[in-house]
């Protein structure tokens, strides 16, 4: 009996961890999406040879990457030009999706 509970409580642990990792990995791609949206409002502004930045989108884009810890949080954002701030939203990105590349290769539950 005691081997049973100890399989049982082995294999919740395993679902436990696999439900973290799965929700992490969904929350990573949604900030990645979060990002392409950004990029996409700093895209149409390009588009329009607009030279300032709203500050609401500015707000959002500091927000994350402060968020993120990223180096660029320390940056004079006022000063930033729309492809500079791009450019620091792209890495941003590059860094989120770092780890989804490694987790492609790592087999999946419920697969082979």
């Known amino acids: 009996m005691q081997m049973i509970k100890e399989t049982c409580v082995a294999i919740q642990t395993l679902e436990d ?3 973290r990792e799965i929700e992490m990995r969904y929350a990573r791609k949604r900030k990645i999406r979060y990002i392409d949206n950004l990029l996409d409002e700093f895209e ?3 588009l329009v040879d607009e030279g300032d930045v709203p500050q609401d989108l500015q707000t959002r884009v500091v927000e994350l990457v402060s968020a993120e810890r990223h ?3 320390v940056t004079n954002f006022a000063a930033l030009t729309i492809s500079e701030w791009m450019e620091t939203l792209y890495d941003v ?3 989120l999706m770092l780890p989804l590349e490694d987790e492609e290769r790592m087999p999946v539950r419920g697969r082979g």
């Open 44 to 46: 149409r502004l390009n």
């Open 17 to 19: 961890e696999w439900q």
């Open 93 to 95: 990105q590059d860094t």
């Open 71 to 73: 180096p660029a949080g």
